[in-house]
Nanobody, 129 residues
């Protein structure tokens, strides 16, 4: 198993920037594809971004494309979500998730939470206008 822990959330002004981190422990981080999801109050959890375990392919929700960047440093057992120009509608609890499913070496990791096996506890991001 892998354990995930997010950090870096907080209050940010619209148009600013924030970087979330997802620290992994337990099993080898490079074995896992990584996803970021978010859940706003009263809404369902939604896909934000994903990166294959190789780090070579990334995927984004249309709502964050061009503003957010997902990355990973397998040597540091850490994944990142760089949030540039966040907007109030980006306010949510952000969670990272991992799966070791080998299919996603060849196809995009799923944009649904059912495709992931391990989750962090989440970190709150609040964007003020």
């Amino acid at each position: 198993q892998v354990q995930l822990s997010e950090s870096g959330g907080g209050l940010v002004q619209a148009g600013g920037s924030l970087r979330l981190s997802c620290a992994a422990s337990g099993r080898t981080f490079s074995m896992y594809h990584l996803g970021w999801f978010r859940q706003a109050p009263g809404k369902e959890r939604e896909f934000v971004a994903a990166i294959r375990r190789s780090g070579r392919f990334v995927y984004y929700a249309d709502s964050v494309k061009g503003r957010f960047t997902i990355s990973r440093d397998n040597a540091k057992n850490t994944g990142y979500l760089q949030m540039n120009s966040p907007q109030p509608e980006d306010t949510a609890v952000y969670s990272c998730a991992a799966t070791s499913d080998g299919r996603y070496d060849y196809i995009a990791p799923p944009p649904t939470d059912r495709g992931y096996d391990y989750w962090g506890q989440g970190t709150q991001v609040t964007v003020s206008s």
